[in-house]
Every structure is written in structure tokens, then in C-alpha cells.
């Protein structure tokens, strides 16, 4: 297939040229079940992936899911395990972004075993770093460390794979962030937003700009005696990463950084402007189903309510962020929005003893 061949790499990875990419693969012929009419399952499968990547980065979550779970029935019937477990990744991947965390961890385990198997260094990276993201979002940070040690080590077995290896030193950054410890956050990030900048690679990019930023942030607050000065380089890279994410409409990270806008207006005792744009995060959130950003939103619209003496609001938006951070439950939930909820609501005399 030409597509993919010739334009999916400069479109997807290189441009960031998403409705582009989606409009091509619109223009495939499509039989009355919405397969593409293409001679092969393989490439059948392969064609709904690249949509629903596509829908994953432009927001439109529930859409990517359904083509995702047509490829899977599609890999399934077939021998071909690589292309299996291919169709998992990016499957926990949303599943991940929508609060489905036990299907997102069945699914990257899935693949593991795969590709532990196959032996495919670049797909045994993939998929290794994406169980790895599960188990960080679900708290278990010394196992998510060794999956991202697994995914570190298939690299380095073959040379190149930039892509990837700047997607797990971002994931190793927000590691570092869940776990309070910005310094080692700021250095991942800027090892990736380095090896972002070698093919280009526009999403990798603004992610580790992003990252940039939310380190410094953090950061921020330990640094006291410099706190402006960081906070200002905080600001440079957090609305360099909001006008390339929109250059681009990748509204799955738009979220994430108007968020942490937000956080570093309220360093800067901005409260209305912090507000107002963590408003707009959660506007984003809601419309998009990204379950787990609702609950770090609600988490922080609660602690600027709490500080000014709204309890009712406060309590309120602490609530919804631990029942969006619930997920399906121990041990599959958003652990570190979870453990901020409870917190905010013990402070609050509130608790419901789970």
C-alpha cells in the first residue's frame, strides 16, 4: 500500500498531519460491514489501526476504540501473532486514556508475552514500555520500572529507534513527576525532547516540551530562593509545547499542558487566569472522555477552592476526582490522582472509607 510505504512516516510521525492521514485512509473503500475493501485482512487490520492512532491523537477516543477492537477480531483469526499484538498496544493505550485500566493491563500483558516470543526488538520495546505506563498509572512503580528497563535494554539491541526511545524517557519523566521528584523528571525530559529533535518527531516534541515544563513547575516550589526565574522558563517552554500541540490539533496532550498553565499561574498567585485554564483542561477532558486528566483536574480545581475557603466546591470536585480516579478499582486505578483526592478530602473531614 502506498500509505504506508511512502506517507505514513513523513505524515504521522515526522508532520504530525493527522486529519491528513485520516483523510487518506477515508478515501479506501469501504465494504457495507466498514472493512476496507483491501485483499488482505492483514492490511485490512493495518488500515483501521493508523485511523484509530489517528483519532487517538486528535481526541476522538471512543472512535479509535471501535476500529481498534475490529482489527483485534481481524488478528485473531489470523497465525499472525507480530500483528496480534501489534493491534493490542495501541488498544491498552487508549483504553488507558478512557480509565479502562484492567483491560489496558490485560492487553499490554498480552502483547509481552507476544513479542517475548517473536523477539522483535522494536515491538518487544513497544510493548514493554506500554505495560510499563499501566502499571505507573496504577502506582506500581517499581514493576513499571522494570518493564521500562525491559523496553530500554530491546532498544539498545539494534541501533536507531529515536521514536521510541523518546516515548520512554517521557514516560520515565512522568514517573519521576507521580513521584515527586522533578530534578530526575527534568533530566528525562530533556534526554527525549534531544532525541525528539533527531528525525524530527512533532508529537514526541511536544510532548517533551510539555514534560519541560511540568518539571520546572514542580521544581519550582524546592527552589525558592530562584522560583521566578524557573518559574519563566517553565512558562517558555509550556506555551512553546500549547502552540505546537495546536499547530498540529493534538488534543490528546492539549489537556495536559493547560493543566499545568494553570499550576504555575497559581505559583504565581494568578488565581483567576489558573481557574480559568484549568476550566478549560477539564472543558477538554469531559468532551474528549480522558478519564484520568478528569481526575487531575478536579483534584486541582478542589485545591484552589479548598484555599479559598470554598469547602462545598472543594469537596465536590474531590469527590469526582476519586471517582475518576477509581477506574476499575484496586489494583486498577489512577492511584496517584486517587491518593490526592483522599487526601484533600480527609483535610476536608470527608472520607468514605475505601
Known sequence: MVYNERLRQPLYYQ????????????????????????????AQAWTLLYAAMCY??????RLGLGLIDIAIQLNRRSSNGHDLASSLVPYSMLCCDV?????????????????????????????????????????????????????ASAYSSSPGFAHGRSVLLAYKAQLCLLQNVPSQALELAQQANKLSQLEPLKREG????????????????????????????????????????????????????????????HAQAREAEALSLAQEALDIADRCQYRLVQADCHNFLAELAYEVGGRHKAREHAETARERAWCDGPPHRYEAAFQEAERLLERLGVSDGR
Open 56 to 61: 487517538e491523537r486528535t481526541g476522538q477516543l
Open 99 to 151: 480509565g479502562q485500566l484492567q483491560l489496558a493491563s490485560n492487553s499490554a500483558r498480552e502483547s509481552v508475552s507476544i513479542f517475548d516470543r517473536i523477539g522483535n526488538s522494536n515491538w518487544r520495546g513497544i510493548s514493554h514500555r506500554s505495560y510499563g505506563r499501566v502499571l505507573m498509572l496504577c502506582g506500581r512503580f517499581d514493576r513499571a520500572l522494570e518493564e521500562f528497563s525491559v523496553a
Open 206 to 265: 511536544v510532548v517533551a516540551t510539555w514534560l519541560l515544563g511540568a518539571a520546572l513547575v514542580a521544581l519550582a516550589s524546592e527552589e525558592r530562593d530562584r522560583q521566578g526565574e524557573v518559574l519563566v522558563e517553565a512558562e517558555a517552554y509550556l506555551t512553546k509545547a500549547l502552540r505546537r500541540c495546536r499547530r498540529i490539533n493534538l488534543i490528546e496532550t492539549e489537556p495536559n499542558i493547560l493543566l499545568e498553565l494553570a499550576r504555575l499561574r
Open 15 to 42: 508532520l504530525g498531519e493527522y486529519e491528513t492521514d485520516l483523510q487518506l485512509l477515508a478515501a479506501i473503500p469501504r465494504s457495507r460491514d466498514g472493512l476496507p475493501e483491501l485483499s488482505l485482512p492483514t
